[in-house]
């Protein structure tokens, strides 16, 4: 038995039922789910959460979804790996990395579908779609293979090998269109007005964002149920970072950790910056851009909770900053050589980002810091394929190998 009210609007506080809507009809501001959280917090203890799985589902209290019966590929609970070697380069004393790599399909998106799947279930969908940089494409198509959905999933015709595969397998209606995510976007927008389907990121919006909550959660119970003092977030459409926020104020709000004075920073690519730019001139208007990054996964260059994402940070008392592509490749690297995680694109925007916030004295030396790790490194090889070392190649004897090897 899930505790949600309904609906309501981020803007002009309207309610509205629990549907599969996702815009205010009075003020076309944004909906979010809203919940009792009296009730939730007369249930919810530490104790109950310990009890529960080891995935997003130990916080069900907390998530959209009424049915016990959940769409669950066991996404969540991943490592916070505390990572010495990397504070020690960065002069940070105590630094972790929420290592999302490890989920079903190798990204933090597998949460928003889980949730997303699930509460399509209950509204009685046949088919799921989505519009995706790519990973939330490879996920909605896992997710419904398992739970017997039709799967119409859109992508960006340009992206990475790695990520149009790990959607086919799946076998779903794989469609690549031709333009960056922001014209998928806009054509799923039509599209999601003509069909009856749970398009996760579109009508089903409202609940499919609920599931980032999950590693604000993870991240308190992890540190022995606290907020760390700063978060490094990757930003695209800004729903993680404004999520992962949003998870740490519900932990307090029903008891479970005290007020977290966690400063959200956020991390994206100088060749798709729109939020870092609005955050840099001190304004709340997000100005769209083009993107042009290596970090595909992160270009969205109109990004639908930009605005929310910059108010979180500024109350927070965060900052934004980006990186170039080259500082992309090389805090991919960083992370590998120093940690033994291998990220995606992604990852290194955020690792880039971390290392210059430590430099620039703008993450304190003793904040306990997390840094989001949101999605592996197998997927977007061509990033980092003409900058890695190449074996050193000899013949099958002894002579050989002391020759080449160890000379
Ligand atoms: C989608 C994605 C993000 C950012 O997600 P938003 O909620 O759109 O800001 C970060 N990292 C990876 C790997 C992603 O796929
Ligand atoms: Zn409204």
């Given at each position: 038995m ?7 609007c981020?803007e ?7 549907n599969?809507i ?10 979010e789910v ?5 009730k939730?917090?007369?249930v919810?203890s530490?104790e ?12 069900k209290?907390l998530l ?5 019966d ?5 996404a969540g609970?991943?490592?916070?790996q505390k ?15 929420k290592n999302d790599?490890v989920n079903p399909t190798?990204s933090f ?10 509460k ?5 969908y ?15 198509s896992?997710h419904?293979?398992k ?8 992508i960006p015709?340009?992206l ?5 595969i790990?959607s086919?397998?799946y076998?779903?209606t794989?469609?690549?269109v031709?333009g960056?995510?922001?014209d998928v ?8 007005n003509?069909?009856?389907w749970?398009?996760v990121?579109i009508?089903?919006?409202?609940y499919?964002?609920?599931?980032s909550?999950?590693l604000g959660f993870?991240?308190?119970?992890q540190?022995?149920w ?6 490094v977030v ?7 970072l404004?999520k992962?926020y949003k998870?740490l104020k519900e932990?307090?709000?029903?008891g479970?950790?005290?007020?977290p004075?966690?400063?959200?920073s956020g991390?994206?690519a100088?060749?798709c910056?729109?939020v870092a730019t609005a955050?840099k ?7 769209p ?6 970090a595909k996964?992160l270009?969205?260059g109109?990004?639908a909770d930009g605005?929310?994402a ?9 900052v934004?900053?980006?990186v170039t592509?080259?500082?992309?490749v090389?805090?991919i690297?960083l992370l ?5 995680i291998?990220a ?10 971390l290392k210059k916030l430590?430099?620039?004295?703008k993450?304190?030396?003793?904040e306990v810091t997390v840094?989001?790790?949101t999605g592996?490194?197998?997927?977007t090889?061509?990033a ?5 070392i190449s074996?050193?190649v000899?013949?099958?004897t002894?002579?050989s190998?002391k020759?080449?090897?160890l000379r």
């Amino acid at each position: 038995m899930a505790y949600v009210k309904g609906l309501i609007c981020r803007e002009c506080g309207r309610e509205y039922p629990a549907n599969p809507i996702h815009v205010c009809e009075f003020c076309f501001g944004p909906l979010e789910v809203n919940y009792d959280y009296d009730k939730i917090a007369s249930v919810i203890s530490r104790e109950r959460i310990e009890k529960g799985p080891c995935s997003i589902w130990r916080y069900k209290d907390l998530l959209p979804v009424e049915e016990e019966d959940v769409i669950d590929l066991s996404a969540g609970f991943s490592p916070l790996q505390k990572a010495d070697n990397l504070a020690r380069e960065l002069g940070l004393k105590e630094l972790y990395l929420k290592n999302d790599t490890v989920n079903p399909t190798y990204s933090f998106k597998d949460r928003v579908t889980s949730v997303a799947l699930s509460k399509a279930r209950e509204f009685g969908y046949e088919a799921v779609a989505c519009a995706s940089t790519g990973n939330l494409a490879n996920s909605v198509s896992a997710h419904a293979a398992k739970a017997n959905f039709k799967a119409y999933v859109f992508i960006p015709a340009n992206l990475e090998q790695g990520k149009i595969i790990s959607s086919a397998i799946y076998q779903p209606t794989l469609v690549g269109v031709e333009g960056s995510y922001d014209d998928v976007n806009r054509l799923c927008s039509e599209i999601a007005n003509e069909f009856n389907w749970a398009f996760v990121n579109i009508n089903v919006r409202p609940y499919y964002a609920e599931g980032s909550k999950t590693l604000g959660f993870e991240t308190a119970e992890q540190l022995g149920w606290k907020a760390p003092d700063h978060v490094v977030v990757p930003i695209a459409s800004g729903s993680l970072l404004t999520k992962i926020y949003k998870g740490l104020k519900e932990f307090h709000k029903v008891g479970l950790i005290d007020k977290p004075l966690t400063r959200i920073s956020g991390a994206q690519a100088e060749k798709c910056s729109p939020v870092a730019t609005a955050f840099k001139n001190n304004v709340y208007d997000i100005k769209p851009v083009k993107p042009n990054t290596i970090a595909k996964s992160l270009a969205i260059g109109n990004p639908a909770d930009g605005y929310y994402a910059l108010k979180a940070v500024n109350e927070s008392g965060g900052v934004v900053e980006t990186v170039t592509e080259e500082e992309i490749v090389e805090g991919i690297k960083l992370l590998a050589r120093t940690e033994g995680i291998f990220a995606e694109t992604a990852g290194g925007v955020t690792v880039g980002t971390l290392k210059k916030l430590a430099e620039s004295g703008k993450i304190k030396k003793d904040e306990v810091t997390v840094a989001y790790i949101t999605g592996a490194g197998l997927k977007t090889l061509e990033a980092v394929e003409k900058s890695v070392i190449s074996p050193i190649v000899i013949s099958p004897t002894i002579a050989s190998f002391k020759e080449k090897v160890l000379r």
